[in-house]
């Protein structure tokens, strides 16, 4: 994968959180896919060959879930779906929105294993992607995935606690925030849900109640 990805929610299009992402990214490294079922985090991986890029991942334990001359959806081998695109030219990522000291913009894609899963999963990824590693002091994270500079978003590998294990590997968006209290109350503000604090993050649900965290990342990463 040549490093750009971006991130896709797919599913049933729901208008409110259609409103709430407008408002709350400016349509920020983040493009709607309308399809059934409830809205999910899905990311699309630009590649220089697509075909051999499928066949490599399918040889990584993939599933190819659906190949064409422009595109593939495959699954990890814990079942999330992703994307692959033939490459295409690109400017600048986006930039951060807001004024100083309380910018934000969608930085990571957090990929959630169970602890079945996880290890296999993080093998997956950072074989799939041959992005930069950088591994985390410990559990619930493996460590990130670093693209090339440009690119608009990284990847957070987390295990599933025991209580929320379940038996499908899934993805939920964080966004990078300069003050993340201000930036939790501007998205309540929009419409979300506030749900808990964790250690260096604030777990919200959008309107139509997809999981999403507001983080310590620098808005400047990755």
Not at 39 to 62: M, N, P
Not at 124 to 152: C, H, I, N, Q
Not at 156 to 170: K, P
């Amino acid at each position: 994968m040549n490093g750009w990805a971006e991130v896709v929610l797919a599913g049933g299009v729901d208008d409110r959180a259609v409103q709430f992402w407008a408002a709350a990214l400016k349509a920020n490294s983040l493009r709607w896919e309308a399809g059934s079922g409830p809205t999910q985090a899905r990311v699309d991986f630009e590649v220089d060959d697509l075909a051999a890029s499928t066949d490599r991942l399918a040889g990584l334990g993939a599933t190819v879930a659906l190949r064409s001359a422009s595109r593939s959806t495959v699954h990890s081998p814990g079942g999330l779906a992703f994307g692959l695109l033939s490459h295409r030219p690109h400017g600048a990522r986006p930039a951060p929105i807001g004024p100083a000291g309380r910018r934000t913009r969608l930085v990571q894609v957090c990929i959630d294993s169970p602890a079945s899963l996880h290890d296999r999963e993080v093998a997956f990824w950072r074989e799939a992607t041959r992005w930069r590693f950088g591994a985390s002091d410990g559990p619930p994270f493996a460590g990130k995935l670093y693209p090339e500079p440009r690119s608009p978003i990284q990847l957070l590998l987390q295990q599933l606690g025991r209580d929320d294990d379940g038996d499908r590997v899934r993805a939920h968006l964080d966004l990078g925030c300069e003050d993340r209290e201000q930036a939790a109350a501007d998205l309540v503000s929009l419409g979300a849900e506030r749900q808990w604090d964790g250690d260096g993050w604030i777990a919200l649900r959008d309107p139509a109640g997809m999981l999403f965290c507001a983080t310590g990342n620098s808005p400047d990463a990755p």
